[in-house]
């Protein structure tokens, strides 16, 4: 791991986003609750909550933090047939929370791939980026709004 403990403490925050396409049929079935796995919204949020708290575990020489926020949200888009998922995670500390924040985003995404596999075979999980960021030395970076 990278040494930080020369570095002081700063309130941190990232923000990451992704995108689960679906067949318009998978997305009406997700929304009305008809995915036999049961509620895939509310159980991929849950996912990518400990998927963030987790994030030390899955990659290799990332720094264990103590997070202070998990914000997980999925928001269907009918017209577009996809699910956006947005992940905000902050901490006070010694470096950033941007891999939280995409690990987050993945594994919620992965979690609706999973729960709905079944009936829409050809779900694509796009785009998981970093969206912006504050804190630290580098200070705020914004590559989308």
Same mark, same amino acid.
């Given at each position: 791991?990278? @040494?930080?403990?020369?570095?002081? @403490?700063? $309130?941190? /925050? #990232?923000?990451? *986003?992704?995108?689960?396409?679906?067949?318009? /049929?998978?997305?009406?079935?997700?929304?009305?609750? !008809?995915? +036999?796995?049961? @509620?895939?919204?509310?159980? #991929? *949020?849950? #996912? !990518?909550?400990?998927?963030?708290?987790?994030?030390? /575990?899955?990659?290799?020489? =990332?720094?264990?933090?103590?997070?202070?926020? %998990?914000?997980?949200?999925?928001?269907? @888009?009918?017209? +577009?047939?996809?699910? +956006? %998922?947005?992940?905000?995670? *902050?901490?006070?500390?010694?470096? !950033?929370?941007?891999? /939280? #924040?995409?690990?987050?985003?993945?594994?919620?995404?992965?979690?609706?791939?999973?729960? =709905?596999?079944?009936?829409? $075979? !050809?779900?694509?999980? +796009?785009?998981? $980026?970093?969206?912006?960021?504050?804190?630290?030395?580098?200070?705020?970076?914004?590559?989308?709004?």
């Amino acid at each position: 791991m990278v @040494d930080v403990s020369s570095k002081r @403490d700063t $309130r941190r /925050e #990232a923000v990451a *986003r992704g995108i689960v396409r679906t067949q318009a /049929e998978t997305l009406a079935l997700i929304q009305s609750g !008809g995915i +036999e796995k049961g @509620d895939v919204i509310a159980t #991929a *949020r849950l #996912a !990518g909550v400990m998927a963030a708290k987790r994030t030390h /575990e899955l990659i290799p020489l =990332c720094h264990p933090l103590l997070l202070t926020d %998990i914000d997980v949200q999925i928001t269907p @888009d009918a017209k +577009e047939s996809t699910l +956006e %998922i947005e992940a905000v995670v *902050r901490t006070t500390g010694k470096t !950033g929370v941007e891999m /939280e #924040a995409m690990t987050a985003v993945s594994v919620a995404a992965l979690t609706i791939y999973d729960m =709905c596999k079944a009936v829409d $075979r !050809g779900m694509r999980v +796009e785009s998981i $980026r970093l969206v912006r960021k504050r804190g630290g030395k580098s200070g705020a970076i914004v590559l989308e709004r």
